[in-house]
């Protein structure tokens, strides 16, 4: 993971108080963690690292696009990330990250390796179900959607049946309850 280097940050040698780092992520980032799922992307990562006596604060912001394919239509388009991720890191014997919120680093690190805080941070920042704009908007026109059309469920009931006899005395019986 030689390309990931950028993202180690040395704690050791920094004062107390905010740092502020800053990275520009695209696929080559993405292809270090096997992750495909991209057709493009470019982000903007900004990480306040706020360095106290006994833990760190760190608060991840990340902000850009990643061109991904429409689960209706399979038809790519730019896809906006806009995501924030908040984490303590504090000190103990050993490594535990069983916490979401609370990282737990042994006592002899000097350093902490970013890089899978904002990769998870990115691929979890995206919408469980993408949809293309322009499916919303319902000006898309692609083979997908023309076949999904055609085979909707037609409403079956036409106008000129009449209802059932039972519902209408169900329906007198709501009807008399609310008088």
């Given at each position: 993971?030689?390309?990931?280097?950028?993202?180690?940050?040395?704690?050791?040698?920094?004062?107390?108080?905010?740092?502020?780092?800053?990275?520009?992520?695209?696929?080559?980032?993405?292809?270090?963690?096997?992750?495909?799922?991209?057709?493009?992307?470019?982000?903007?990562?900004?990480?306040?690292?706020?360095?106290?006596?006994?833990?760190?604060?760190?608060?991840?912001?990340a902000?850009?696009?990643?061109?991904?394919?429409?689960?209706?239509?399979?038809?790519?388009?730019?896809?906006?990330?806009?995501?924030?991720?908040?984490?303590?890191?504090?000190?103990?014997?050993?490594f535990?990250?069983?916490?979401?919120?609370?990282?737990?680093?042994?006592?002899?690190?000097?350093?902490?390796?970013?890089?899978?805080?904002?990769?998870?941070?990115?691929?979890?920042?995206?919408?469980?179900?993408?949809?293309?704009?322009?499916?919303?908007?319902?000006?898309?026109?692609?083979?997908?959607?023309?076949?999904l059309?055609e085979?909707?469920?037609?409403?079956?009931?036409?106008?000129?049946?009449?209802?059932?006899?039972?519902?209408?005395?169900?329906?007198?019986?709501?009807?008399?309850?609310?008088t």
């Amino acid at each position: 993971m030689k390309v990931l280097k950028q993202f180690n940050i040395p704690f050791v040698g920094l004062t107390e108080g905010i740092h502020l780092f800053e990275y520009n992520i695209d696929n080559t980032f993405f292809e270090a963690f096997n992750y495909d799922e991209f057709e493009n992307s470019s982000l903007d990562i900004k990480l306040e690292f706020v360095k106290k006596s006994t833990l760190f604060e760190l608060t991840f912001s990340a902000l850009g696009t990643v061109n991904v394919p429409c689960d209706s239509t399979s038809e790519y388009y730019d896809q906006q990330i806009t995501t924030v991720l908040p984490l303590v890191i504090k000190f103990g014997p050993e490594f535990n990250d069983d916490n979401e919120e609370i990282l737990i680093l042994p006592h002899e690190a000097f350093q902490l390796d970013v890089s899978q805080f904002i990769y998870e941070m990115i691929v979890l920042g995206q919408p469980s179900r993408r949809v293309h704009p322009k499916v919303l908007d319902g000006t898309m026109e692609s083979k997908a959607l023309e076949k999904l059309k055609e085979l909707q469920l037609k409403e079956e009931k036409t106008v000129d049946e009449p209802a059932d006899p039972r519902w209408n005395k169900l329906k007198n019986l709501i009807t008399e309850k609310n008088t």
